[in-house]
């Protein structure tokens, strides 16, 4: 089956959505502001002859239309990280402040966990989660390359995580221990929106996966929201367009756990998340989720929604 033509009723273009999906996706690098500053940044980018563009949204995002991300010194150095333009939007929607407790719920290979630690100034505790063991030598690798050391990186599924190692200081934390401020929950989805990417992420996409990874997405989502402390924020991204995968998740969530989608300010173009898909309705706040379609920015596809943890 042609799998994009099913979002054709969800998409403003679908013909500018069509042919943004097959055009190659551009290259974009973030400054790593623990090792430098977006103005050195820039300046070893020139020194290095590397030609590069600022993302408008983003002071530390840059385009890179003739090279790849990890091909120079800036890079390896740890000054600069290859990722993608809209994968930079959820740690920015997440907003951690430095000092505070927050989960990376689904981490590896770590653009979004060093964006992180970046933005809490290398300070209060990271706690970076993956199942993966292999993608977990990649977490490891970027952190020790970007110079993050607030980070420490779990093992386990994050449907069971424990909060029971990570107590307070000062304090016991409880049975279980203390509860994060914040947590991202980037979770593992169908990729349909990598397809600009990888052309062949669509090759085995069956719908049977897309209901079965959204059990696991729910479950995540759930922990996550268990393990923020009342006030705290939640932030739900996916690379898909699947309702499945984006709406219906938050659906479940609202109608389980004590939380409610708030509001949020996004310097991209979107659109509002679905409340009806297929014979399907959902809560009528997930319009608060913003869908990020490849022809409207020139980026990937991508999904993000806020969440504030409320009293039980």
């Not at 199942?131 to 779990?154: D, F, K, Q, Y």
Request: charge should be negative.
């Amino acid at each position: 089956m042609d799998v994009l033509e099913r979002y054709e009723s969800l998409v403003d273009d679908f013909d500018a959505f069509r042919a943004a999906c097959d055009r190659p996706l551009p290259s974009v690098v973030r400054v790593n502001t623990l090792k430098t500053t977006v103005e050195r940044a820039r300046a070893a980018l020139d020194e290095a002859d590397i030609a590069h563009e600022p993302v408008g949204w983003h002071d530390g995002l840059f385009a890179l239309p003739d090279d790849q991300p990890g091909t120079n010194w800036p890079y390896v150095l740890g000054w600069i990280h290859g990722q993608e333009e809209v994968s930079a939007v959820p740690a920015a929607v997440l907003d951690p402040q430095p000092g505070e407790r927050v989960w990376d719920a689904c981490a590896a290979p770590g653009s979004k966990t060093t964006q992180l630690a970046a933005l809490m100034d290398d300070t209060g505790l990271l706690v970076a989660t993956d199942n993966n063991l292999g993608r977990i030598s990649a977490l490891r690798s970027n952190a020790e390359r970007a110079g993050a050391t607030n980070v420490a990186v779990t093992h386990e599924d994050a449907r069971n995580h424990s909060l029971k190692p990570f107590r307070a200081p000062d304090s016991d934390g409880g049975r279980e221990g203390a509860p994060y401020d914040r947590a991202l929950v980037d979770v593992p989805c169908s990729c349909e929106g990598t397809i600009r990417k990888n052309p062949d992420a669509l090759d085995d996409w069956e719908l049977d996966h897309v209901e079965g990874i959204s059990g696991v997405q729910k479950g995540v989502l759930r922990r996550a929201i268990q393990t923020t402390r009342e006030g705290g924020t939640v932030v739900y991204s996916t690379c898909t367009f699947a309702p499945e995968e984006n709406e219906a998740v938050l659906d479940h969530a609202l109608s389980e756990e004590p939380c409610e989608l708030v509001e949020f300010d996004l310097p991209l173009e979107s659109t509002p998340g679905v409340t009806e898909w297929q014979g399907d309705s959902f809560d009528g706040s997930v319009e608060k989720a913003k869908r990020i379609y490849p022809h409207h920015n020139d980026t990937g596809g991508f999904f993000c929604a806020k969440l504030e943890v409320t009293a039980q």
